[in-house]
């Protein structure tokens, strides 16, 4: 038997594992832009004057992740509350004794952790980036194909009107580049973190800078981050932008999810995954899996926001308590959206439509799904009170007969000119979404 690992690989949680955006909020990960931030706090202070070229040199060369043992990074924490501590232990010691002091000079820990914390959440967002465009331009495919494939469209669960499968996608595709813009400003916004130990900057007058607000800008240019207005330690607003564009944008991949869901149950089957999953017990099914993670993701994602919206209450200029309970929803919600992306991606470029299938499903009540129209077009013919007493009554016999409606009007004298057919046609009553769903796609 293996000895177990304490690994995280995600057994429990098959919605990010083996996602790109699991390994970029992994331990590994995290210890690498702690290492990071680090390194260019040091790189930054030497371009300013404050450290030696050779100090930053040192500091580069030491702070490769596979120096260091992230079993007793993560042991010792405990003691200090946050892992930058014992980072800085190895990391000092690691460089050595002549440069050892500009590790993490003038810097308190919430500094580097912030700071790593936005460079993961940097990292992740490009890969949700990705696989976003993949989900858009796979939807953007669907709704130019099916732009005229007519559908009932539902409300309340009920068919309602008749709809185009094209509108329903170009509708998905909106939503994703809604996302997309979210997590694009995010993205851009995201800062580096460097305020010393409450906000001042004073340390680093202290180790000899004339003017310290200038450190911030070096810093986060060093890191390919913001530069921020203000030390942001009890200010946090990022990470309240990031629950907010990491939530939405799960939300919006749930309503792709759910409409699949929807249309993929067996007694509907107007859609199917391309590639369903199995079950243990049924060899005939061919579950929408992909859809089923992105729901389950959907249903997580608002209770971490919320905790991460929480965490805005934090006093004093450094806070206890606030900051600390930020870091695990915040991975966790980083993963989801990740995972999320990836299955969206892989769902809509997968995506079977069944366009025949809809159009059965059209008739399902035998004309009534077109009775807004008849209300309009029969009004004029018969009176406003004769046209609604009319098709109240036709409404009620089929249903109760299974006649179709168009052949229950042709039985009405005032209409035997009227071209019932075509007035009753489901695919002739689909309204301006061909024009919506042009409209659109114009979006880039």
């Known amino acids: ?10 057994p429990l949680a098959p919605g990010w594992a083996g996602a790109a955006a699991a390994a970029a909020t992994g331990d590994h990960a995290y210890l690498r832009a702690l290492l990071d931030a680090e390194a260019a706090l040091t790189r930054a202070q030497a371009a300013l004057g404050l450290a030696p070229a050779q100090a930053a040199a040192a500091v580069d060369e030491a702070a490769a992740p596979a120096g260091f043992d992230l079993r007793s990074l993560a042991e010792r924490t405990r003691e200090g509350g946050n892992p930058v501590i014992p ?35 940097a990292r992740t967002l490009d890969i949700v980036l990705a696989d976003l465009g993949r989900t858009e331009r796979a939807l953007a495919r669907l709704a130019a194909e099916h732009r005229d494939t007519p559908m009932p469209g539902r409300t309340l669960t009920q068919h309602a009107v008749p709809t185009t499968f ?24 995201l800062p580096a973190q460097l305020g010393g130990a409450a906000g001042t900057l004073a ?16 810093y986060a240019r060093e890191l390919g981050l913001r530069e921020p207005l203000l030390p942001w330690h009890t200010l946090r607003t990022p990470i309240a932008d990031l629950a907010g564009c990491l939530a939405f944008t799960v939300g919006a991949l749930g309503k792709l999810a759910a409409d699949v869901l929807t249309l993929s149950r067996t007694e509907i089957a107007e859609v199917a995954e391309g590639s369903g999953g199995g079950s243990s017990a049924m060899p005939h099914k061919a579950n929408p899996v992909r859809s089923t993670l992105i729901a389950a993701a959907a249903r997580r994602a608002p209770q971490l926001a919320a905790t991460l919206y929480g965490s805005l209450a934090a006093e004093d200029e450094r806070p206890a308590g606030a900051w600390h309970a930020e870091w695990e929803p915040l991975r966790d919600l980083l993963r989801l959206t990740g995972g999320a992306a990836r299955d969206a991606a892989e769902l809509t470029e997968g995506l079977r439509v069944h366009p025949d299938t809809m159009r059965e499903h059209l008739g399902l009540t035998h004309g009534l799904i077109v009775s807004e129209r008849l209300s309009a077009e029969l009004a004029p013919l018969l009176g406003r009170t004769r046209a609604k007493e009319l098709l109240t009554e036709l409404a009620r016999r089929t249903y109760a007969e299974g006649q179709p409606l168009a052949g229950l009007l042709a039985g009405e004298p005032a209409l035997r000119d009227v071209a019932l057919d075509e007035l009753t046609d489901p ?7 061909g024009v919506l769903t042009d409209r659109a796609l114009e979006r880039r």
């Open 87 to 121: 980072l800085v232990e190895d990391l000092t010691e690691a460089v050595g004794a002549e440069y050892g002091p500009y590790v993490h000079r003038g810097a308190t820990s919430q500094d580097i952790m912030d700071t790593a914390t936005m460079l993961v959440a």
């Open 427 to 433: 695919a002739r009553y689909t309204g301006s979404a």
């Open 1 to 10: 038997m293996k000895t177990p690992s304490c690994a995280d690989t995600g």
């Open 166 to 189: 094209g509108l329903k996608a170009a509708g998905w595709r909106s939503l994703v580049l809604d996302a997309r813009d979210r997590v694009t400003a995010v993205r851009d916004g």
């Open 203 to 218: 340390a680093f007058t202290a180790y000899g800078a004339e003017d310290a607000t200038g450190l911030p800008a070096a």
